[in-house]
């Protein structure tokens, strides 16, 4: 992924980022996450499918998450959030009330999911779910901006740099994609078969910048409530 200066806070430069997965956005992909334990997308002509992590995968991310915080705490080139956070401080930044907004609207944000997949369940008219997604939408791409902010901020930090890692190891682990069935005869083609999207956690992070964005995008509708930090 790209890296961002935090000297480097253009209103430019964080639209351009915020521009970008907004078009990831949809509210087809929202609504399937909130029924699904699984999530089904076309990138670039291949199928591709993210599940709900299990028990066992979280416990593997966890171990993972150990190891990489014993090793950020020896780079002195990486600070702890509170650390940073002073010397923003010092440099007039209201770093909090930056947190406090993004919060604020995360607890906002699934009030109107909650709201969503109880209309679902009711079978509410179409209009009204439609008002519904297009609203968690509109309010989404407003809070990815301020994350985005937040994020670029914080991006040296070790809490962010952990949340990155187990986030990006985490969809490398549920991240399936399609195989096509080989043609045996004429008019005959042998059954599909899921496989795991990359051989290995390298792969996925060398992999397509867009084919990154695209499965981390879905990958969080799947995971954001089931990892701890």
Known sequence: MEKIDPQDMSIDKINEMHNSITKLINSTAIEQAIQSNELNFTFDNVQYKVKRPTFALRQEVYKKQAHKYTELIKDKNFLFEDDLKRIYKDRGMDIDG?????????????????KLGEDIKNQKAEVELERTKKEIEEFTSKQQKLIIRKSSLFENTIETQIQLYIYSYMTYLITDRFVPGKEIEEGKVEAGTWVKAWDSYESFTSSAERLVNTVLFYASLLIKNVIEF
Do not use: A, G, S
């Open 98 to 114: 930056l947190v406090k907004e993004i919060d604020d609207m995360e607890k906002r944000k699934n009030e109107m999911l909650y």
